[in-house]
């Protein structure tokens, strides 16, 4: 127990420094962290407890049917959940298990290597519970203000979800063991990544074909049990998430016997997989770890000479400094397979855009008129717009930061810094813009949308591309990070939570300023009423304006820092 104070008292250390003392840009970051995470968390009972009422207040539904529905509709939800944990807590045990810094230092110390395991494991289970944490809370809430259950129910509800938790975080840690002792970091990384991705891609397409958003607006109960039955899993007796959606039911309406009957196995299973998971990490755990260091340590990248010579001519027309910098940076970022992996998650998430696009009713007659047309013209503006934050938030953010450890070698060649920075944005710039514009193009295919707000969406994608990759340039050379476990951490400083509220506001501005030249065509088209051309030539100058602007200030706010910086 020592030895598991002392490796916990190095985490909270770790927080502490974190935390204390308090500087502005963490008091920043907490404020504007707890702000999203509150309305976050208030959509989701608000959603639920919308559900919930509903079940209630329909006539037509005895007590014994509600919580029969109800219990459905929480397996599907620890579905879900079972999903995340399972995928969070394999890459999560990846970093914290074999990945982590302290690792070399706690193994030479004189400590139980079976310590060390138990305390990085509960850290992982941490680490990749959290989010699911603040997801069931509402729900929770939702549930006990519907039925009046009480606060008391909260305690055994979040002790099955601890459970539930354990037992799913279990099985990740044993197979990112198992991965680790065959595979080395880097090959067990990628097969995580595209295995997770196909595993999330299934479980978001299921999802998207049984059409949840009914529930949203039934139309009575014969078609609301319909909807429930098609939306969730089997009842079967065998699945954890039946066990935890039973026993916490099972509190809220008091019943000894029903908590029991889905508690107790729940808790048996979560005990065997931990001390299975347990057992196995004590044969295998020290060597896969000592294995893995060696992996990482050695090998090498094999060049392709004929690569380097296609990007040679793809960027002939650039200058030769110019077009230096970013042939470098396309090999390593083709030669840093932690990254071009990531491009796999994003075509999984335009993929599962364009699903979601399949599945509007596009044939009903709500949506057959132009105005419906046009806001799903704008709505899918939005959400690209989102796609673009992400990305950049991905690759362009870090991109200065991605120098890592050789950023003396860029600070010690004769370049020119600000030519450097925009450079690094065309880089990045060029190809996202083809894609956005050739997925923009299919969307508004899929859509149907009206010729001339096509082109106007094709024309607002290529401001909104440039304008949030030199906003995202920008900030990331005023606030780099070139000391990192993981490039998912760069974006988690001050100037990452900045240029994603940056991001939010000018694309909820844009589409704003662009709905005004759309409502005056629709009812130039529609009534047969002079267009109004100066609001709309004002709208779009503001918008070409204002894409400029934010592009232009953070790359030279940038340049300024990234002049100064200090190695």
Do not use: C
């Not at 931990?274 to 893995?292: D, G, N």
């Not at 450079?423 to 894609?435: A, E, N, R």
């Amino acid at each position: 127990m020592k030895e598991l104070r002392l490796i916990f008292g190095i985490q909270l250390a770790r927080i502490k420094n974190i935390v204390y003392p308090l500087r502005k840009a963490f008091v920043i970051k907490a404020i504007l962290l707890t702000a999203f995470v509150m309305l976050f968390e208030i959509g989701i009972y608000l959603f639920f407890d919308k559900i919930f009422r509903y079940l209630l207040s329909e006539q037509s539904f005895n007590e014994r049917f509600v919580l029969y529905l109800i219990e459905r509709l929480m397996g599907m939800v620890f579905l879900m959940v079972f999903t995340m944990l399972i995928f969070s807590s394999i890459l999560s045990s990846l970093s914290v298990i074999y990945l982590s810094r302290d690792l070399p230092l706690l193994f030479s110390a004189p400590m139980n290597i079976n310590r060390i395991f138990i305390a990085k494991y509960f850290n992982t289970a941490v680490i990749s519970s959290y989010t699911v944490v603040f997801i069931m809370i509402p729900i929770f809430l939702a549930y006990a203000h519907s039925f009046h259950t009480g606060t008391a129910f909260l305690i055994p509800a979040l002790i099955v979800l601890i459970v539930f938790i354990l037992f799913s975080t279990g099985i990740g840690s044993f197979i990112t063991i198992i991965l680790m002792r065959f595979f080395p970091a880097k090959r067990t990384h990628q097969i995580v990544t595209v295995l997770g991705l196909l595993m999330i891609i299934m479980l978001v397409s299921a999802v998207r074909m049984m059409k949840p958003e009914r529930l949203l607006q039934p139309s009575g109960g014969t078609d609301f049990t319909a909807v429930v039955k098609s939306i969730t899993v089997s009842s079967a007796g065998y699945f954890p998430g039946t066990w935890a959606s039973r026993a916490i039911l099972g509190a809220g309406q008091k019943d000894f016997r029903m908590f029991l009957t889905g508690f107790l196995p729940l808790a048996a299973a979560a005990l065997f997989i931990v001390l299975f998971t347990y057992h196995t990490a004590k044969k295998i755990y020290y060597r896969s770890w000592a294995l893995s260091g060696i992996s990482r340590r050695g090998g090498s990248t094999s060049r392709s000479p004929h690569f380097e010579i296609a990007l040679e001519n793809a960027f002939g027309f650039l200058p030769a400094k110019p077009r230096a910098l970013i042939v470098k940076d396309a090999l390593l970022f083709f030669r840093d397979t932690s990254q071009w992996s990531q491009l796999l998650i994003l075509a999984g998430l335009v993929f599962v855009y364009l699903l979601n696009i399949k599945s509007l009713p596009l044939t009903s007659a709500m949506l057959q008129s132009g105005p419906a047309r046009g806001l799903l013209s704008y709505l899918n503006m939005t959400f690209m717009g989102f796609i673009i934050a992400t990305v950049v938030a991905r690759f362009g953010y870090p991109a200065v930061s991605f120098e890592s450890k050789s950023v003396w070698v860029v600070r010690a060649l004769p370049l020119n810094y600000r030519k450097y920075l925009w450079t690094k944005l065309l880089m990045f710039f060029l190809p996202m813009v083809i894609l956005v514009l050739i997925l923009t193009y299919i969307s508004n295919l899929m859509l149907e949308i009206e010729p001339v707000m096509a082109i106007g969406s094709l024309g607002m994608m290529t401001l909104i591309t440039f304008a949030l990759t030199g906003l995202g340039v920008g900030l990331g050379a005023a606030y780099p990070r070139f000391h990192y476990e993981n490039a998912t951490q760069i974006i988690t400083g001050l100037g990452g939570l900045i240029f994603m509220v940056i991001s939010l506001v000018y694309i909820a501005i844009v589409v704003i300023l662009m709905a005004i030249p759309g409502y005056l065509y629709f009812a130039y088209i529609t009534t047969k009423h002079v267009f109004s051309v100066w609001p709309s030539v004002v709208a779009i100058a503001g918008i070409i304006l204002l894409s400029i602007t934010l592009a232009v200030i953070p790359m030279e706010f940038g340049y300024r820092r990234w002049k100064n910086y200090q190695l």
